[in-house]
T-cell receptor, first 115, second 111 residues
């Protein structure tokens, strides 16, 4: 399976600021996704990161709050904008490759705390 | 809303015993996947079972799928302390690869 890395692994940020999270894969993948896991909760899909075009957001998530880029087949970023304490979560990217088109693999996550 | 529901929410057993976790979902699926998460870290992919499969094995893991009941189970045999983690099922609706996760089962293996 693809090796997925995320930066930063964790961060503590002040409210009102923004944080950009990077997701890097060691091989080309067909699909990339971003998920959020709030404390003690399960995962919720934020958006599908589309290569070279705007991301596709799920209900309840908007581009102004969570801008996403995917400039190529191995890299994507998620920005959490104008943060509030409610944004404190683990943010995870995931990928699907052509080699295993049905299996989805996750990065190690970024633990964000907003004070 | 979350599609998957998992049962039990928490499970505590002795090392060496078997652990069974159940997952139910609401709509038709292509595949169902099980993941493990240790202490709020990233998810480790355990096993994928397709909608036309009924049972699948991987090492000490056994997964069953009953599409008529819209349910799946994960059995971990001969549990070890290292199996202590949260376990999630995730489904993808037909034609999509976006995953919908269950609430998870918190498994504790006592030495």
């Amino acid at each position: 399976s693809a090796v997925i890395s995320q930066k930063p692994s964790r961060d503590i940020c002040q409210r009102g600021t923004s944080l950009t999270i990077q997701c890097q894969v060691d091989s080309q993948v067909t699909m990339m996704f971003w998920y959020r896991q709030q404390p003690g909760q399960s995962l919720t899909l934020i958006a599908t990161a589309n290569q070279g075009s705007e991301a596709t957001y799920e209900s309840g998530f908007v581009i102004d709050k969570f801008p996403i880029s995917r400039p190529n087949l191995t890299f994507s970023t998620l920005t959490v904008s104008n943060m509030s304490p409610e944004d404190s979560s683990i943010y995870l990217c995931s990928v699907v490759s052509s080699a295993r088109p049905y299996e989805q693999y996750f990065g190690p996550g970024t633990r964000l705390t907003v004070t | 809303s979350q599609q998957g529901e998992e049962d039990p929410q928490a499970l505590s057993i002795q090392e060496g015993e078997n652990a069974t976790m159940n997952c139910s979902y609401k709509t038709s699926i292509n595949n169902l996947q099980w993941y493990r998460q240790n202490s709020g870290r990233g998810l480790v992919h355990l096993i994928l079972i397709r909608s036309n499969e009924r049972e699948k094995h991987s090492g000490r893991l056994r997964v069953t799928l009953d599409t008529s009941k819209k349910s799946s189970s994960l059995l971990i045999t001969a549990s070890r302390a290292a199996d202590t983690a949260s376990y999630f099922c995730a489904t993808d609706a037909e034609g999509a690869q976006k995953l919908v996760f269950g609430q998870g089962t918190r498994l504790t293996i006592n030495p």
